[in-house]
Each structure stands twice: as C-alpha cells, then as structure tokens.
C-alpha cells in the first residue's frame, strides 16, 4: 500500500498543507484490477501453514485456506476501494451476516457492527492477534481510533462460535484486522476527501523502508470531520499510528502505537417514529455541548521466534489507556442524587433542579497473548492462552446548576464516583489432523477465568448502605470441534468442499448487565441486581458498604452447530451453509434505553437462533465481476417470561427476539473499463427488525433497499501525470434516497434511528 518512492519537496509541501488543515473546529456544524476468482474468501483451497506470510500481519488467530468455509475476507484489493468516509464496521458489511449503522446516521461517529444479527458485545475484534473488546463493557468503540481503515491489510471474518486466540468469546463471529506493516521501500501516500454533511479527511502515511539494522518504520497522520445527517451529531478525529518492525533470520519483532482524540457530539438516543415523520434528521439530545471526548492509546509489541522448521513461539503485550469524559444537560433532577443538598445554601433534599453534568471515565487494559504453534507433518498443534489485569475509575461531576452563582463550580461537584477491577486468563489447545483423502478433523478445547469487581465510592451522598460492592468469578470451559473435506478430484469440473463442526461458548455479563435494569452503578440508591445482600460493619456501629453476592444475571451459554458446502471453478465460486445456535441465559434487548443510551438487556431463559448464509462470486470475462452475499435468519424465545417495568408479565416463547434482522443481502457489480476507469454498482437489503420480543407486528423497522455507485480514475494510466500513483474517486450513496432507519427500540411508541439519505464522498488519493 505504502511503497512509492517519497521526494523531500513533495513531503515539505505535503506536511505543511496537513498542519494548516488540522485546526481544531466541528466543520461547520460543530485502481485496481478487478480481483480474479482466487481471492474470494467464500471458498478456499490449498496447502497454506498458520505463518505464511513475513511479519505479523499472519497470526493463528486466522484460518488457512482449507478450513473453514463459514469464514470470508476482505482483501487489500477491496480496502484500496474502501468509502473512506464510513468507518470500519460499514466496510465489512459486504460479508455474509453482517450489519452495521451508525448513531448520526452516516459513517463515522459511533459506529456498530453485528454478525448474524448478534451486536458487537458478542463478536469478538482481534486487532494483529491483540482483542480489542473492552474488558468490562465488552464494546468496541470503533470511534475513539479515527481512520484505523487506513492502516488496514485486511480482515477476516469468522462466523459463528470461533476459535479461543486471544482468550476469545465470541459468540457471532470474529473480525480478525490485520494491519499494513512497515514496508521494505521508503514511500508516502496522501489522502484528501470531501462530502456530504461537511465531510473532510485528511490523511498523510509515509514508510521509510528497511533501513539500519534491520528496521522499517511507518507513520500515519489523519484527521476527519463530518457535521452528520442528524441534528448535532457531528464528529472530530484526530490519530497518530505509528509502528517498526525488525526481521532476522529466525525472530521478528514489531512495536506499534494508535492514538489520536475524538470528539462527537450526542446521537445516541433514536427518535419517536411520531417526530421522524416530520423531521427525519431529529436529534432528541438538544444541550449545544452534548459532547464525548475521549482519547484511547494502544500500545503493542509483538515477537516471533522460528525455533526450527517445526516449532513457532509468538509473544504479543498491549497496553491500552483510556479517558474521557461525556456532557449532558439534564432538567428536573433531584438535588440529592447529585449531592447538591449539600452545598451551602443549595436546595433541599427532596428538591428537583436543573443542572450540567459530566461523567468521566479512566480505563488501564494491559495484557499478554502468547502461542506456540507444533507443525506435525499431517497435523498441527496449537497452544495459547491469554492473561490480562483491568482497572477502571468512572466518576460524575456537577458544572451548572440552577439557582446558584457562576462561580459555585469552579471547582466541579463530585457526586459519584466507583471502579472495576478485571483478572483474567485462559488456556487452550488446538490440534488439527489430516485425516487424508482431503479430510482434515479439528478439535479445540478452551478453559477461561474472570473475575469482576465492583466498588463504589464514598462521595457526595453515597455513603453507607448506599455503597454497594460485589465480586462475581466465572470459569467457562469451551469445547469446539469440526470436520473439513476438500473432495477429492473434480466435481462437476470444480472442486467440492463441505464441512461440520459445532462448539460452545459462554459470556459474562457487563458490568451495566449485573446492575438495575434502568439504572446503574452512578445512581444513588440503585442496587445491583443479585440475591444476597451483607450489610459490612464500620466498627462504629454504622454500615460502610453493602456486600452484594449470586448474581441474578446469569452468564449466556451457546451451543452452535454448522454444517455447509461449497464449489469453486475457473470462473464461479459459491458456498451454502446452515447454522442452530441453542442458548441457555441469552442476554437479549428488552426494550428501552438506560440513561446513558445503552439498550436495556437481561436474560431470556432459552433461545434459538437458525440461519442460512449464502454467497457466490462470478467472473465475467476479464474485466467483470459480480458477487452475491445473502443471509436468512429465524431468532426466536423458546423459553422467555418477561417483566416489564409496570409490573405486567408477558409470556414471549415463540416470538421473535428484538434486533435480529430477518434477513441481509447485497449484489455487487465491479467493473474494469479500459486500465484507468473502474466502477462499483451495489444493491442492499436488509430485513425487518422487531424493536421488541412482544412479536407485535406494529414494533418494527420495515425492511429497506438502497442503491450505490462508485467511480475510480486512475490519472497516470490515463495519461495525466507521468509519474507517482494518484486515483480520484466519487462515491455516490442512496441514490434512490430512500426513507430507512438502522436501529431502535419500543417505549410507549416506536423509537428509531434514522440513517442518511443520498449522499456522495469524493476524493483523491496519491502515492510517492
């Protein structure tokens, strides 16, 4: 990606437009070859190991070609023709299975990935073999790494219950992301992008190829800003990636570091169906300083050794921090929840007021993903694990209030204030065997440990048996097993793949998950949601905390099977597979939003999720390709009773669970014409979402359509320029502008989030 040769002067100028163009301000409101059949990643084959490749871009966090045919990839190829004005979780919606959105409606700002309609708390993320998912909310939080797509090689994505890398417990799949290392030549590249809704990017990369010692290094500088489709949903990002790597004869090593600033403003909360009918760009959240600022650095270092021709060791140790804060505007707020009470002269206790708050929250993740890979001849033996420690401190603080002077804040009101501690560890085992005539068996077996503390502080009005401490420990074992045959010989002048395998999985609960269902852990007076309460002595008579054990929300347990084939010829690809995932304690939407604007969620007793997942890919002549991806899915209670908060009690078996749509799919056109033009015409369907688990026909997001186009001129093979890699581009999106929403929920009427209407990106791009 990063390899043409960097000229001094084009750098200076370069670098010095890059400085002028990163200014701090909230916009105005705040050529490539059609790839061949070869790299479809529906169907592959092949003798591939688990390191086939320099560096560690190729983990055993992956599969190789001849192993699963549930897993796809998005290739360098496709991420060179990316829409860089959506983040990540928008471009892997062209595999099979998966969903994404975003809060203000267009690309960037929070973003949401789900796979088989399971949100992103269930799909594990592995950055170069390292999980990104938070420890203690389980998110992703695609928005506080600005541009990431940008430093990306590819990605694979596994569907289903995958494998234990990482200390994994990935329930919908995996999204493995594998980033650009530095390159062997020195080089630059530079990106700049405008748009709808006050888009702009800018982006500068620069290699500076192997250079004494052994050592290549790189460097990213991005910076992007977008008002959003929606009412004060714009958002600002700024990131830094660097990364070096060293390779000898037997050892590889590479260090890296991702950080950068976001700053977006709320569109968290979806929007009554009554208000969208007149208003499809409503913003609930009307406060003009509604804003998150969150800054989250990762730091990683990865060594690989050959110990021989036979024996792999990789080591991986990560870092991550992070601090930020979110500020909201909040009315007739009681004075004591926010220990305003206490203040001379303030209001009473029982007295409601309006004031300003900022939550603040402070994360340190640190870790270690070791493995050790045993080639065996016909077989190959994996063994890994993970540990990590977890801390957290989240804290509330009052900037305004009503009826007291300016300066009564000068130094904030602290009013709550807890933390979390994490521990945690797994093992595993992972042999896989030829069994010969194209048969390969691989069982994998996974024991995990974790253990969550909770502990409020004394602070403002939390004292005594409002404080309230717990510690939960949970021990997952995690058996998994498949069946692989590449049919041998030719198969209707093809080759003829299938496959099995079926495992099991558990998650723990969130830390939101293990409190009361509408409020949380900075709510005076919320008690956490567990069946044994201890009152803890301070030794003067008094109580200093309440000690809370057997949680009442219980860990989700799944087990998953998968069966499917697939044929690959010289010009068509195509695999069909079927999945039936059983789930005892699924943690499901109920409904709602908590106020923070997290979905209200608990357990379902029994569930059932079944799908089938389709896609094919055709080669049309030389210059043409079109590719089909198409998933059905049936999500449904097999054993639900539910309470709602009125006290009512509803029985939901057999009725579909909220949030799963019914069903995805998209067609692809990709189109050379000529060397220099390519173009992109592309048609998604998404199914209709129930927004509760009532099945009323009336709680839903309708199903949807939309229509896209891209263009691509490659300037030097059209006889521009002589010299360098410069491509424009032009996305054009909706061009049907069709009226749709992405995601939602019911409280007392259909509340939604509506996405954008047609919209375009255009850009160019140039290598040096």
Same mark, same amino acid.
């Given at each position: ?10 750098f200076?100028?370069?670098a ?21 059949? /070869? ?50 979780? %928008? ?35 592995? %950055? ?29 994505l ?5 494998g234990s ?8 799949g ?40 052994? +050592? ?78 969150f ?31 979110? =500020? ?15 203040l ?7 007295? @409601? ?12 993740h ?8 045993? =080639? ?9 694990g ?35 501690d ?16 194209? %048969? ?32 939960v ?11 692989? +045959? ?61 000690? +809370?054990?057997?949680?009442?929300v ?12 697939? +044929? ?10 079927g ?23 608990? @357990?379902a ?46 029985? @939901?078996?057999?009725? /579909? ?47 949807w ?64």
């Amino acid at each position: 990606m990063r390899r043409n040769r960097l000229f001094p002067h084009h750098f200076l100028i370069i670098a010095g437009w890059f400085a002028a163009g990163a200014a701090p301000g909230f916009a105005a409101a705040l050529a490539h070859p059609a790839p061949a059949i /070869p790299d479809t990643g529906a169907i592959r084959h092949g003798k591939v190991p688990v390191y086939s490749a320099p560096g560690v871009e190729v983990t055993a966090s992956r599969y190789g070609q001849d192993d699963r045919l549930n897993v796809s990839n998005v290739t360098a190829g496709e991420l060179a023709r990316r829409e860089p004005d959506q983040d990540l979780p %928008l471009l892997v919606q062209s595999q099979p299975g998966v969903f994404s959105y975003s809060d203000a409606g267009g690309g960037l700002g929070y973003t949401y990935l789900k796979v088989r309609g399971f949100d992103q708390r269930r799909v594990g993320v592995l %950055l170069d073999g390292i999980p990104l998912n938070d420890p203690e909310d389980h998110q992703v939080w695609w928005v506080d790494m600005p541009d990431l797509a940008s430093d990306v090689q590819d990605i694979q994505l596994q569907r289903g219950v995958t494998g234990s890398v990482g200390g994994m417990t990935a329930i919908g799949g995996t999204v493995d992301i594998v980033t650009t290392p530095p390159g062997e030549r020195p080089g630059t590249r530079v990106a700049l992008d405008t748009g709808s809704y006050a888009y702009r990017r800018q982006m500068l990369a620069w290699d500076s190829g192997r250079g004494a010692g052994g +050592w290549a290094t790189a460097i990213r500088l991005s910076r992007q800003e977008t008002a959003g489709y929606r009412d004060r949903s714009g958002h600002e990002g700024w990131a830094v990636a660097w990364s070096a790597r060293r390779t000898t004869a037997r050892t590889i090593d590479q260090v890296g570091v991702q950080t950068g600033r976001e700053l977006s403003h709320h569109a968290w909360d979806a929007v009554p169906e009554s208000i969208l009918a007149v208003d499809r760009t409503a913003n609930m959240e009307t406060y003009h300083n509604a804003v998150d600022d969150f800054r989250q650095p990762h730091y990683q270092w990865h060594h690989t050794w050959f110990v021989n021709d036979r024996l792999t060791l990789v080591s991986r140790l990560y870092h991550v921090r992070g601090d930020g804060f979110y =500020e909201n505007y909040k009315a007739g707020q009681s004075a004591e929840n926010y220990a305003l009470d206490l203040l001379p002269g303030g209001p009473a206790t029982g007295d @409601n007021v309006d004031l300003i708050r900022r939550k603040w929250v402070s994360k340190r993740h640190t870790g270690w993903v070791p493995s050790l890979v045993w =080639e065996q001849g016909r077989g190959r033996l994996l063994l890994g694990g993970d540990a990590y420690t977890f801390h957290s401190d989240h804290w509330g603080e009052v900037l305004w209030a009503d009826g007291f002077t300016p300066d009564a804040f000068t130094t904030p009101l602290r009013y709550h204030e807890y933390t979390g501690d994490k521990r945690a560890w797994s093992l595993y085992a992972d042999e896989r065997w030829g069994l010969g005539g194209g %048969l390969q068996a691989t069982a994998n077996l996974q024991y995990q440990r974790k253990r969550y503390t909770f502990a409020q502080d004394a602070v403002g009005n939390f004292a005594g048996d409002r404080l309230n401490r717990y510690t939960v420990t949970d021990g997952f074992f995690n058996p998994k097993g498949a069946l692989d +045959w590449a049919v041998p010989g030719a198969v209707a002048g093809g080759r003829l793949l299938l496959y099995a395998n079926a495992g099991i999985n558990h998650r723990e609960p969130t830390d939101s998950e293990l409190f009361d269902t509408w409020t949380g852990g900075d709510d005076l007076g919320a008690q956490p949601l567990f069946g044994s309460r201890r009152e803890v002595s301070d030794g003067h008579g008094g109580v200093a905390y309440v000690e +809370w054990s057997d949680p009442l929300v219980k860990p989700e347990r799944v087990v998953d099977r998968e069966f499917g084939l697939g +044929w690959r010829g010289r010009s068509l690809a195509w695999s069909l597979g079927g999945y039936w995932m059983d789930f005892t304690n699924e943690i499901v939407p109920y409904g709602g939003v908590s106020d923070d604007g997290s979905g209200i969620r608990g @357990n379902a007793g029994r569930t059932r999720h079944r799908g089938l997942e389709f896609s094919a890919r055709a080669q049309l002549g030389a210059s043409h390709v079109v590719s089909v991806t198409a998933s059905r899915s049936w999500d449904e209670a097999v054993e639900f009773i539910f309470h709602d908060w009125d006290g009512a009690v509803y029985d @939901n078996a057999g009725k /579909p669970l909220a949030l799963f749509p019914e069903y995805l799919a998209m067609a692809v056109w990709d189109g050379q014409w000529g060397e220099a033009v390519r173009s992109r015409l592309r048609v998604r369907c998404t199914g209709r979402q129930w927004l509760d688990n009532s099945g009323l026909g009336d709680r839903t997001i309708d199903s949807w359509t939309t229509l896209d186009a891209s263009l691509w001129l490659d300037l030097r093979k059209a006889g521009f320029i002589h010299e360098g890699d410069v491509s424009v581009f032009a996305h054009l999106r909706n061009l049907a502008d069709a009226r749709y929403e992405t995601w939602g929920y019911w409280y007392g009427e259909n509340w939604k989030t509506p996405a954008a209407g047609r919209n375009v990106a255009v850009g160019i791009d140039c290598g040096f």
